[in-house]
């Protein structure tokens, strides 16, 4: 959780979540959705904090997708970013810093959490 002065004497709290896209519970889902679906239970988790705070649940996937809110408040950040700093590029700058921080990783363990543990990879490639 990251909790900022925002504007007009609000403070911005945002929590992120980086959900494993290759879950068992997540495999069947389209594209986007287990960041979307992460969201919502991050919101529902701390509805009670809305009437103090402006609270944005920060949902992102493995395998890089972002949730609706998560990509609403990052292009509010890289706005200000550019704004601030006044050169175009430091939005990228930013998306990239976060996706290597929030997204990269978590990866490793989640894709060598799909994996079984006993055996080679040849009960799960097919080298042939």
């Not at 949902?59 to 997708?65: A, R």
């Not at 990783?105 to 009960?123: K, M, Y």
């Amino acid at each position: 959780m990251t909790l900022i002065p925002w504007g007009l004497g609000w403070s911005l709290l945002w929590d992120t979540t980086c959900v494993d896209t290759l879950a068992a519970s997540h495999i069947q889902a389209t594209s986007s959705m287990a960041a979307t679906s992460a969201e919502q239970a991050k919101r529902r988790k701390y509805e009670n904090l809305e009437s103090s705070f402006i609270f944005v649940p920060f949902g992102v996937e493995t395998l890089g997708p972002w949730g609706p809110e998560a990509r609403a408040l990052f292009k509010e950040l890289s706005k200000m970013v550019i704004e601030s700093i006044g050169d175009p590029r430091a939005g990228s700058y930013l998306g990239q810093r976060i996706s290597l921080k929030a997204i990269q990783r978590g990866n490793a363990a989640s894709i060598l959490g799909t994996v079984p543990r006993c055996g080679g990879f040849e009960d799960v490639l097919d080298f042939n």
